[in-house]
């Protein structure tokens, strides 16, 4: 059963354009919402968070916005570059501990 | 500050044998959480360890076992290694349980 549904699978954008990628979930008790970007070889870095007392949170050119009564959290990327090409995770915390992945997206940022 | 660190990076084992994975956690970082990723999916919550107790646990099997160590540092351990063991292990550390978790490079697993 996945938790947390991420969308779209993939993603081509020219550079400078503003990738999205949206997450859903059902689970009303997450309390916390990251983003993770993940290089090939490497562990997940944490991008952003945020937490459902909040619409939007924004650092740098990442963007989290999120619509608690849609249940529904997205990440746009400003100014997108080539350096930005890797796969990105959302997540929500459950429970205080377990953090749900979604099932990624990778982002290819053509130059 | 010295982030989250993993051994080994790599590591071939056969089906049946059983591995010991390491993490050190962040500096000053007492709760530990360790992830299986299989190839092109999201990280799977195996459980975590907060002062040296497990504190939760996702739906993996009892084959799947962990320790935390006064200094913070945790271990992995799987026995009885199956072929879909085969994965990037993650270890992430934060502080407290509720936390930001920092992730650590990861342990890539082939069971053969």
């Known amino acids: 059963q996945q938790q947390v549904k991420q969308s779209p699978q993939s993603l081509i954008v020219q550079k400078g354009g503003i990738p999205i990628i949206n997450c859903a979930y059902e689970?009303?008790?997450?309390?916390?919402f990251p983003w993770y970007q993940q290089f090939p070889g490497k562990g997940p870095a944490l991008l952003i968070a945020?937490?459902?007392?909040?619409s939007e949170k924004k650092e740098g050119r990442f963007t989290i916005s999120f619509n608690k009564s849609a249940k529904q959290f997205s990440l746009h990327i400003m100014d997108s570059q080539p350096g930005d090409s890797a796969t990105y995770f959302c997540?929500?915390?459950?429970?205080?501990?377990?953090?749900?992945f979604g099932a990624g997206t990778i982002l290819r940022v053509k130059s | 500050e010295t982030g989250v660190t993993q051994s080994p990076t790599h590591l071939i084992k056969t089906r049946g044998q059983q591995v010991t994975l390491r993490c050190s956690s962040q500096?000053?970082?007492?709760?530990v959480s360790w992830y299986q990723q299989a190839l092109g999916q999201g990280p799977q919550f195996i459980f975590q360890?907060?002062?040296?107790?497990?504190?939760g646990r996702g739906n993996f099997p009892p084959r799947f076992s962990g320790l935390q160590f006064p200094n913070y540092s945790s271990e992995l351990n799987v026995n009885a290694l199956e072929l879909d063991d085969s994965a990037l292990y993650l270890c992430?550390?934060?502080?407290?349980?509720?936390?930001?978790?920092?992730f650590g490079p990861g342990t890539r697993l082939t069971v053969l």
């Open positions: 997540a929500a915390m459950e429970y205080g501990n377990k953090l749900v």
């Open positions: 360890y907060y002062r040296e107790e497990e504190n």
């Open positions: 992430a550390s934060s502080l407290a349980s509720a936390d930001t978790q920092y």
């Open positions: 689970n009303t008790a997450f309390d916390y």
């Open positions: 500096s000053g970082h007492n709760t």
């Open positions: 945020i937490r459902p007392d909040v």
